[in-house]
């Protein structure tokens, strides 16, 4: 976790580092990037919600074609119920799994595009000192001293 933050901090730094220009080319690489990844979230959910409604249909279908049939066929009843019963039990995970998925992907996705947003912030606030640092030292380099103000503040 903190490993993970201190490269965060390092890529912010060089981030910073860069031009307005390519701050700005990063943060909507970023957005897209993003952005897709919550596409192709959503894009699984469906898949997913496709994949229970057949699932059910082969269900109400072997049930349907069950019932005509009485029970009788080449399959000795005892295997039939066991071999359903697995069935039904493999449905049933699968359901879970999908439900669970879909109960928590709301707040994946808002925790997601909160992050994004706060990232936004965070480069917009660093190009705005930039911006500021740079106007008040007329486009020339910052002091040191400016420099660790940039840093802090």
Do not use: C, W
């Not at 897709?36 to 409604?53: C, D, G, N």
């Not at 049939?69 to 879970?96: C, M, N, Y």
């Not at 595009?113 to 030292?137: C, F």
Request: hydrophobic share 40%; proline share 3%; no cysteine.
């Amino acid at each position: 976790m903190l490993t993970e933050r201190k490269y965060e901090l390092a890529a912010a730094e060089d981030a910073s580092k860069a031009s307005p220009e390519e701050q700005q080319e990063a943060l909507m690489a970023r957005i897209k990037r993003d952005n897709a990844a919550v596409e192709r979230a959503t894009a699984e959910a469906k898949q997913l919600q496709e994949e229970v409604r057949q699932l059910e249909a082969a269900v109400a279908a072997s049930n349907a074609k069950q019932a005509g049939r009485g029970g009788g066929g080449d399959i000795p009843p005892a295997h039939d119920e066991e071999s359903r019963r697995e069935k039904f039990q493999e449905l049933v995970t699968k359901e879970r799994e999908l439900n669970a998925f879909l109960d928590a992907f709301p707040q994946r996705k808002a925790a997601k595009q909160e992050e994004l947003n706060a990232k936004a912030e965070a480069i917009t606030a660093v190009l705005d000192r930039l911006n500021k640092l740079q106007a008040s030292t007329g486009g020339a380099l910052p002091s040191q001293g400016q420099f660790q103000q940039l840093k802090v503040g």
